[in-house]
């Protein structure tokens, strides 16, 4: 599986963006999938993840009621809106798909990486 990611940029605080991570394949429908970002200098950390269904979805606690997570199964995509933007937001992000159905929020818990796609927040 290779996932392809897009939708990033730059944009002032306050604003949206809607990030995109297509599977060059279809993704097994009994995995989950994951969002994940990077600043620079900082660890990679979890944002969002999504079951195989779609029936159940989990946040960090600093995008909570923010952003949303959501999947097309015909399209083997999965989408992050994000908004209300924040300068803090700003780094790489990078979709994921999970070992199980039910996505933790640890980095061993997925076995498929997209390249990332930056997103800048300007104050």
């Known amino acids: 599986v290779q996932l392809q990611a897009s939708g990033g940029g730059l944009v002032q605080a306050g604003g949206s963006l809607r990030l995109s991570c297509a599977a060059t394949r279809r993704t097994s429908s009994n995995n989950g999938m994951g969002w994940f970002r990077q600043a620079p200098g900082k660890e990679r950390e979890f944002v969002a993840s999504?079951?195989?269904?779609?029936?159940?979805?989990s946040y960090a606690d600093n995008v909570q009621g923010r952003f949303t997570i959501s999947r097309d199964f015909a399209k083997s995509t999965v989408y992050l809106q994000m908004n209300s933007l924040k300068p803090e937001d700003t780094a790489v992000y990078y979709c994921?798909?999970?070992?199980?159905?039910?996505?933790?929020?640890?980095?061993?818990?997925?076995?498929?990486w997209g390249q990332g796609t930056l997103v800048t927040v300007s104050s």
């Open positions: 994921a798909v999970s070992r199980g159905s039910y996505p933790g929020r640890g980095l061993s818990a997925y076995n498929y």
């Open positions: 999504i079951s195989w269904s779609g029936g159940s979805t």
